[in-house]
């Protein structure tokens, strides 16, 4: 039976919350000589009371850096900047986001130093322990500031861009979460020089991944420096992550839908079988590698769909391949890979959306999967991966 009923009252009013966003690339910024962190942390005057400040610290960033510790602690003695009350190190990697342990940790920490909603967290350290740290320093006091330094190339040039947080559940991929836009992002790249090989390269991943979606002439670019990346030449790698960096920040900032309301993410090509392989491995693959193989199924998925030509599909594996990065995994072909869609799904929230290739440079969302054709894929990587 149709209903008649008219709503007696409403109250509505549409608004906007603007934000800023601000991504610096710098070198050797806990120098004393270098103004960069007095540009972000000092007080605005005399009369503002100091702000307190914890610093989260990946412990493998620590250990490859001796010596970082003393020069957080060096850097915040002065009365200009926030007060140092303690730093805190944590595991790095996925082990930061299983163990809610950490978390609490972390909060403790916050109420223990009297971090309020006008001091800060600033959280060192790669993808993951950013993703960790600023979802407990996000949820305490409802917010409290917080700065990101980025030390992975991944980091660098898309995870520590995104205004999410999250952490692993119920063995899923960033199921707890939230939205929050930091006070600046700042990548130093002397930090990435103590990164090992495989660190180094699986973050080109993602530089892949958004040219194939965006840009094709950021595509060649990338493969025009391919090997040159793959043995650490930083200079050919510069141009490329602060390429990447502008994009995924344009892409929030410009593409409306910052706080992903909506069901398509199109940054997330590749990525429901990268979460979904994460997890399958107990995190043994790094979310670069996930996600290179994760292009390199939806790719093959595209052209076996008569979307991507032959031509192009090999120059998406080609790529990869000359980054360093696997096009395949095992467990390829484990049932569980394709119970990924519906978590995907879950994640995204309403219908699934995944997003392909029409072309280098072009991507098309769409609703349905065929998972013949995806199992096909599989056995065209596992081929070309010899």
Known sequence: MSSTHTIAHEIRNDFGVPFTHRLLFDRDVLNPENPLLDSIFGREDDDTPRSGLIAVVDQGLAEAQPGLEESITRRFAGSDLPELREVLLVPGGEACKNDPAIIERILAAIERHRIDRRSYVAIFGGGAVLDAAGFAASTAHRGVRVVRFASTVLAQLDAAIGVK??????????????????VAVICDESMLESLDVRHWREGFSEAVKIACLQDAAF???ISDVADLIRERDLDAARPIIRRCAQMHLEHIASGGDPFERLEARPLDFGHWSAHRLESMTDFELSHGEAVAIGICLDSAYSHLGGRLDQAEFERIIDLVKRLGLPISHPLLVDDRLIAGLEEFREHLGGRLTITLLDEIGRGVDVNDVDLDRVRESISVLGSLAG
């Open 165 to 182: 947080n999250g952490v692993n559940r119920f063995k899923k991929k960033n199921f707890v979460g939230t939205f929050d836009v930091p």
């Open 219 to 221: 595509f060649n670019s």
